[in-house]
């Protein structure tokens, strides 16, 4: 089966401007999850979705980023304005079920840098 | 709320040699535990998960596991170091009734000298 797609790979952008990134999961996977990535850290929990609704997005900072997945298939991430503090990668990941028992399988990730 | 401490930032161990990587979490109950992967420009894949049952747990690419609910650790295991082991080692922690979402540790860095 194909994997969870992320795009772009890479971007860069300045501090104030806006940016956008894309996740496709795994063809039938109910649950996708946003999580971000600092440098010498462990990914942190952005947002979580079960098919089209969000189920918990309590540490996304809601005051610039924005997250949807519309039809339940893909989603969107984005941060309007960027900071700074910003720069990480961004990981998406889908699983069948939210379930502890349904394996999560990640992208490779979307590396911003805001300069 | 559950957390997840991985002591060591770096390691590096000889190709050959035993390796233990050290991971404590801190959670009420019972929890879910899990081991990720992630090489250079790569996202995570699932090394072993522990939910229940027998406390040691045997994984992909012949890593193990063990549970000790006293010393509330789960470190990672392998008994030979490959070169193409090198990479980034996560520690994560579910908690019950959780919906699959994770709490990471902050990684440890492996590193193989050959």
């Known amino acids: 089966e194909a994997g969870v797609a992320q795009s772009p790979r890479y971007k860069i952008i300045e501090k104030r401007q806006s940016v956008a990134f894309w996740c496709n999961p795994i063809?039938?996977?109910?649950?996708l999850y946003w999580y971000q990535q600092i440098l010498g850290q462990g990914p942190k929990l952005l947002i979580q979705?079960?098919?089209?609704?969000?189920?918990?997005d309590s540490q996304l900072p809601k005051d610039r980023f924005s997250a949807e997945r519309l039809k339940g298939v893909d989603s969107t991430l984005k941060i309007q304005p960027a900071k700074l503090e910003d720069s990480a990668v961004y990981l998406c990941?889908?699983?069948?079920?939210?379930?502890?028992?349904?394996?999560?399988?990640f992208g490779n990730g979307t590396r911003l840098t805001v300069t | 709320a559950q957390s997840v401490t991985q002591p060591d930032i770096h390691i590096t161990v000889s190709e050959g040699a035993s390796l233990e990587l050290r991971c404590n979490y801190s959670?009420?109950?019972?929890?879910?535990l899990f081991w990720y992967v992630q090489s250079p420009g790569q996202g995570l894949q699932l090394l072993l998960k522990?939910?229940?049952?027998?406390?040691l747990v045997q994984g992909i690419k012949g890593f193990e596991a063990e549970f000790k609910r006293s010393q509330s650790s789960f470190n990672l295991r392998k008994p030979s170091v490959h070169w193409s082991d090198a990479a980034e080692y996560f520690c994560?922690?579910?908690?019950?009734?959780?919906?699959?979402?994770?709490?990471f540790g902050t990684g440890t860095q492996l590193k193989v000298e050959l």
């Open positions: 959670y009420g109950a019972t929890p879910y």
């Open positions: 994560a922690v579910g908690a019950m009734g959780g919906g699959n979402k994770l709490t």
């Open positions: 990941a889908s699983g069948r079920q939210s379930s502890y028992n349904s394996p999560l399988h």
């Open positions: 522990y939910f229940s049952g027998d406390t």
């Open positions: 063809s039938g996977h109910a649950t």
């Open positions: 979705f079960q098919n089209n609704g969000v189920v918990d």
